[in-house]
């Protein structure tokens, strides 16, 4: 593979931004670079593979071993980086797109909102925060980036980028028996590239584009005798939006922040007219002295600053949040013994200016596997060790942040993996169990796999999985210690006293699925899979007993918010259908998913029977309340029945490539906690329209050295938003032109 140095310019419809000193920088520092490096030939396309390479492309992450994606025993993706090149993606989560089973919504330029099967916005009608994914595991090289705070991922936090990535693997379902707790929807695990010819390697690309959209990314790498690599890598990105917010109160929307009910405007939205500021440095370290014994070492730190409508702040859609963030991460393979220790330590504001909001957490994570086999029986037992601190004291004065304290969260965990070939190998039998014991509450917690496939013949594989995962206590559900003080009349005050708990029974979620694998032809291959899964143990913020307190004068009443678990289940039925077929220098990839979501026993009203009546809706807690719904069975309105995409690519010729993908989704209706205060079918609900976004990238290459290319994002202008109170999407108009010496 030939060494390579690639810069991208797409700054053509930038309204503001690329300046004349800074493109002669540019062009400068590509100069110089260009004169260090030798030329040597090399296309890294997928159209460089064999057929039988691109249909058997290889997947670690559905067994913790290398195999075909043809034999993974679970529901599996791989997303590779050549198809994320040539589908012109400019982040990891819009990449996500062309993955099947996964909904991507954006909620401001370059943020989006991303789930496995769906499973959002559930409970409907309480606090954004509800339909962030807290479901789905999401890791780089298997190194967790989860948010114990409150669950999720804060996916512009992750310190690499597009550079970086050799790959994507998606499994979708419970998958806790191999990756630990969160797995519960799935795993997205981003794979990183290393150093694979001996030498010198530079990568390195900008993007402009409209919004004030700027994307830089770099990475230079050294191999050493084919024993040692070290890479560096970097990036940065600044993506512009119009500064529009709804008044929750007037139920209007303003074209600035000043107008919005804050004092502290400024602290709140320093950059109201960016929706992302962020950049990364990273590095990377393998020492491979021989077959047996592989050690990686990799660091890196980021900053960023985005807009998006991940926490409520009660007066509009967007807050700022601002993570800076450091890791370390030791992967280590000698013979048979897998083991992984990671760090991190970041100071996080989710909601900039709200008093409270601020933290600084620090997470270890540790694990070691070891495998033996008995004749045909491969074992792999296991253990891990978490432990997430986070910590308000130095944010906040007098007891108003939401912790009010320094809290940890441990979970100890043992495993099992077992797999089991026979009937001549036609018969796989792969499975596990897996138990974790948190700080609270402080029992055991089993989560499990049973896995089935049998190779009818080397072209059609049938396969079956039953399992069961569970997600982690959070910190703020766990420690919420919150004191809030009101004015309800002329030197009289009202308290709410929030409270976390350390009792709570743990979300999960048991799925059966089969599916079905098939190649049609040497150059088709056709995957399906049909799947139900049931989840339970909802926990949410639930209003109590108000008390007169006349002897706290001039505090003469007290509520109470307490963290409860609620009787709501949710039962999943869908199917997703996806194919890859290859016609010469054509290659195609469509994929759909048709589901059905199913809220049981799900009440509107987070209340308990004793709680004080609303005067805003006229509620009477004894008939309406959390238990109010037992009995009861709708459909949910916020999973979409029915999304899916294509990715079709024609390599023209040697010097042409055209590719042109779609992502679609069927209406959604998204209820926000408003609508029930107000109940006038406007506030607090956003009706998602029927979407379908196209995309196109055509590149032109020259001479061997350089390629230009057009790429263009939501060419149909739909602007409709894809979120609730989210931002408008807009058309995205790339130029570029890469380097490669």
Known sequence: MRKLYSITLSSIYSHRGFTYRQLVLLLGIITASCNT???????????????EEIMNIKIISASKKAENLFEAPLSASVLTKEEIVHAGATTIMEALRLVPGVIVREQSNGNYDIHIRGLDNIPPNTMILSSTNTTTLVMINNRPVYNYLQGGTFWESLPIDLNDVEKIEVIRGPSSTLYGPNAVSGVINIITANVTDDGLHIHANAQYGIKNTGITNATAGYRFN????????????????????????????????DALPFTNTQERYPHPDKSMIKHGLNSYLQYTPNDNVDLNLTAGLQNSEVQNIMFDNLYTNMNTTITNSKYIDLRARTYKLNTQLSYAHAAQNPVAGMEGSK????????TSEYEFTVQSLSIKPGVTYRSAVYDDRMYWSNGNGALNGRRQMETFGGSVRLEYKMLQEKLRLTGGARTDRFTHPDRWFLSYQAAASYQLTEKHLLRAVYSKAYRSPFIFDTYLNYTLTAPIGQNLYSTVNTSGNKN?????????????????????????????????NYASLIQGQTQSTPQNYPIVASTSLHIMNLPLSVQQTGATVSLNAIFDKVQLKPFVTLQKTTLHDYSPYFNTADASPSSSNNNDPATNNINSGKGTSIDHKFTPKAYG???????????????????????????????????DGVRGVEHVKSKLLLQAKLSYTPVKSVTVFVNGRNLLAKKSREYYSGDVTFMMLLGGINFSL
């Open 37 to 51: 490096l030798h030329a040597q030939e090399s296309d890294s396309s997928v159209y460089n593979m064999s057929l």
């Open 504 to 536: 709570l029974d743990l979300l999960n979620s048991t799925m059966f699925e089969v599916g079905y694998r098939a190649m049609l032809k040497s150059n088709i291959s056709l995957d399906v899979e049909a799947y139900s899964t049931r989840t339970e």
């Open 226 to 257: 084919n024993k040692m690599n070290v890479q560096f890598s970097g990036n940065y990105q600044t993506r512009g939006r119009d500064p529009y917010y709804i008044n929750y109160s007037t139920n209007q929307w303003v074209n600035s922040a």
């Open 645 to 679: 995409g294509a990715y079709a690519n024609y390599h023209i010729s040697s010097k042409f490539n055209m590719n042109a993908n779609i992502y679609w989704f069927t209406k959604q209706t998204f209820y926000q906690r408003d609508n029930l205060v107000y109940q």
């Open 359 to 366: 933290c600084r957490y620090n997470v270890i994570d540790a």
